[in-house]
């Protein structure tokens, strides 16, 4: 029998291995398999013409390197469960909490404030915070002012607004606006040209959805769904 026939050295392990009673749950090569396998094919070499040394050192290093890479595999998913328990137990905490997004629509909820932020790429003499309703009217016209260039923070309860921590000199007349969802569109004069800006608002979580490669989505309430990665600020 030639030494390189691989398949008569599985014959022959089969022939004596044909009456155990155990039955392997799995179709991978195991270390004492291959151990025994590799005596078979010592056991049936052709006498006359041995297996060469450096044969057996290369199915060994191969079989090495397979067995390394499966425990690799292993510790890797092991890894990847414990970061989505971790990410899910993070995930679980967000709720009930309220985040900052990219938005130019909330929910103002009731008895609470919506926060918002605008970056103001260069001085204005004049900056204003429209607040229209779901129906698209008017409900408030804050008159922030002249500002600065930079970021510009405001809160707004329906009533009152603050401006950079600073409460203004104005109150709104409306004294009918109520929880709902409101668009606040923020423009300044630039240059003599009025231009809209883009807005920043708070949302509370509702929930949070962990997806199968562990991106957490935040699903907020008046605004939809984010992405994790999309949170400003947490507040």
């Not at 009533?159 to 109150?171: C, F, K």
């Not at 962990?210 to 935040?218: H, I, M, P, R, S």
Request: no cysteine; charged share 15%.
């Amino acid at each position: 029998m030639s030494v390189n026939n691989v398949d008569s050295a599985l014959s022959a392990y089969s022939v004596e291995n044909r009456n155990t009673k155990e039955t392997s749950n799995s179709d991978e090569l195991g270390r004492d398999v291959f151990l025994q396998l590799l005596t078979t094919q010592l056991q049936n070499q052709n006498p006359l013409e041995p297996q060469e040394n450096s044969e057996f050192v290369a199915q060994l290093a191969q079989f090495t390197q397979v067995e390394s890479l499966d425990e690799l595999s292993n510790s890797f998913g092991d890894f990847t469960g414990s970061f989505l328990s971790n990410q899910a137990l993070q995930a679980s905490s967000l709720v009930g909490t309220s985040v900052t997004v990219p938005t130019s629509h909330t929910l103002l909820p009731p008895d609470g404030i919506v926060s918002g932020s605008v970056d103001i790429p260069a001085s204005t003499n004049e900056l204003n915070i429209e607040i229209y309703d779901a129906n698209g009217s008017l409900v408030d016209k804050i008159p922030a002012g002249a500002q600065s260039a930079g970021e510009l923070v405001f809160r707004w309860d329906g009533s009152y607004a603050e401006v950079n921590g600073e409460l203004l000199d104005w109150q709104s007349s409306r004294e009918d606006v109520s929880s709902g969802e409101y668009t606040f569109r923020v423009s300044a004069n630039l240059n003599g040209e009025v231009t809209q800006l883009d807005t920043s608002l708070s949302a509370n979580v509702n929930s949070v959805t962990v997806g199968a490669d562990g991106e957490l989505t935040l699903n907020l309430a008046g605004v939809g769904a984010y992405s994790f990665d999309e949170v400003v600020q947490f507040n």
